[in-house]
Each structure stands twice: as structure tokens, then as C-alpha cells.
């Protein structure tokens, strides 16, 4: 084999190298979008559905609104109403964000400064859902009751099993809350890493 030969052959099979590691390196890349965006999945079937629920609440207590007969159960009503539609509606935005950062395009710092921005937005999010969710037994109860019993509690005593009612349901509120933002801390983190595995 002569010399233009040997370098036409090292050429081609250079050239076919070269090739392959592109096509490697653009299935490592769309592997790990997929699982990227995988790693919001089942989260934001969690919300949706949280949604829809919240949703569906909040229709009920707007044809029914008629029925909160005092100012404070109208302001009740409305910050009953602004709970339900406006918090999960801002998370399942967020979490739309985040999910589709198009991590094969746009620099890596790029990716990783848009991911942070949005996952803090997330998890403040969340804390402020939990904060307001604890707030807004104080203003959720009084509708409900007002809706479907046609009680104002702002006008009876409770009785004491109502009490205890109330402590276990503030104490299993306080443990779903916990569960539920670990598991965004925990999504959060791993989505994280794998975009930090691309650097």
C-alpha cells in the first residue's frame, strides 16, 4: 500500500471516528433530555391532578357563592376562590418551565442559571402553598361550612371532638407538607445533577 493510499485510508477512518463520536455524543445528549424531562413526570401528574381537583372546588364554591350571606364570608369566598385557582395554576406554569429547558441547545451555563431561576421560583412555590394551606383552614372552613351545612362558624362554639378534629388535621397537614416538598427537593436535586453531568 503506498503512502497516499495509507493516508487516504486514515482520512476516511478519521473522518467515520469523528462521525460516530458526533452520533454518540447526540444520543448521550437526547438520553439524558428524556430523562430530564421524565424526572418532572411524575410530579406534574401529581399537580395537574391537584389542579383539576383545586378546580373543580373552586366552581363549586362559585355557584354556591350566593350563599355566603356576610362580608367576611364574601372575603372569605374570594381568598378561598384566589387559593384554589391562582397557586396551582402558577405551579403547573412553573413546573411546564422547567420541564421543557432545551438542554441541547443554549450554553450550559445558560441552561443551569434559566434551571436554578426556575427551580427556586418552584419550591417557593411550594412553601408559600403550605404557608397559605395552613393559613387557609381559617378561611376555607368558614365557606365549606357556610356552602354545605349553612353554618357560619364564626357564630358557634365548637365542640371538643371539633377541636380535635382540627389538632390532627393541622398535625397530618404538617407531615403530607413535609413529604410532599422533600419529594420536590429530592426531584429538584436530581434533575440538577444531571444537568451538571453535561459540563
Known amino acids: 500500500m503506498e503512502l497516499e493510499e495509507l493516508q487516504s485510508a486514515w482520512t476516511q477512518l478519521s473522518n467515520e471516528l469523528n462521525h460516530q463520536k458526533k452520533l454518540t455524543n447526540k444520543i448521550i445528549l437526547d438520553m439524558t433530555k428524556q430523562k430530564y424531562q421524565n424526572t418532572f413526570t411524575t410530579i406534574t401528574k401529581y399537580e395537574t391532578i391537584g389542579a383539576f381537583v383545586c378546580f373543580a372546588i373552586a366552581l363549586f364554591v362559585l355557584l354556591n357563592f ?90 358557634t362554639s365548637l365542640k371538643t371532638e371539633q377541636y380535635v378534629l382540627f389538632a ?21 436535586r436530581s434533575a440538577q445533577e444531571l444537568l451538571q453531568d453535561l459540563e
Open 66 to 155: 350566593g350563599k355566603l350571606d356576610t362580608w367576611y364570608l364574601q372575603v372569605c369566598g374570594v381568598l378561598t376562590l384566589s387559593f384554589l385557582i391562582v397557586l396551582p395554576a402558577m405551579v403547573l406554569t412553573t413546573l411546564k418551565r422547567i420541564k421543557n429547558i432545551d438542554i441541547l441547545n443554549g450554553s450550559y451555563k445558560d441552561n443551569l442559571k434559566h434551571y436554578l431561576k426556575t427551580k427556586n421560583r418552584l419550591l417557593k412555590l411550594q412553601q408559600v402553598g403550605i404557608a397559605i394551606g395552613f393559613m387557609g383552614l381559617f378561611f376555607i372552613v368558614p365557606v365549606t361550612s357556610k356552602i354545605i351545612s349553612n353554618k357560619n362558624v364564626f357564630l
Open 168 to 188: 390532627i388535621t393541622m398535625v397530618a397537614m404538617v407531615f403530607f407538607c413535609k413529604w410532599a416538598y422533600n419529594g420536590y427537593l429530592k426531584v429538584t
